[in-house]
């Protein structure tokens, strides 16, 4: 790997890293705002990383064992059938 591309990598990482926080804090801030309760934002603040940890392994034995494209096509479907459903339930 040259260097460029190991601070493309780099630079990418840290953006996902930072936008996803942030997203998560975001969010944390909009259930803090509808409930009114510090308890349920501190609790979000909590799972978040506690779930992240918790499926780091399996997923990454998952994608070192299957090839990326056939992860990538089911995990599209999988998230269109959740929206298709939520969808279905709230409309």
């Given amino acids: 790997m040259s260097n460029r591309q190991i601070i493309k990598d780099f ?6 890293s930072l936008s996803g926080k942030a997203f998560n ?3 944390g801030l909009m259930l803090l705002g509808q409930t009114k309760s510090a ?3 501190g609790i979000n603040m909590i799972i978040y990383p506690l779930v992240s940890l918790i499926f780091l392994l399996p997923i990454g034995n998952l ?6 494209k056939k992860i ?7 998230r269109l059938i959740i929206f298709l459903l939520f969808y279905a339930f709230i409309f």
């Avoid at 630079?11 to 996902?16: A, E, T």
């Avoid at 994608?63 to 990326?68: A, E, P, T």
């Avoid at 990538?72 to 999988?78: A, D, R």
């Fill in 63 to 68: 994608v070192d064992r299957y090839r990326h």
């Fill in 25 to 27: 804090f975001a969010l």
């Fill in 72 to 78: 990538l096509i089911y995990n599209f479907i999988f």
């Fill in 39 to 41: 308890m349920s934002f």
């Fill in 11 to 16: 630079i990418s990482s840290f953006i996902s």
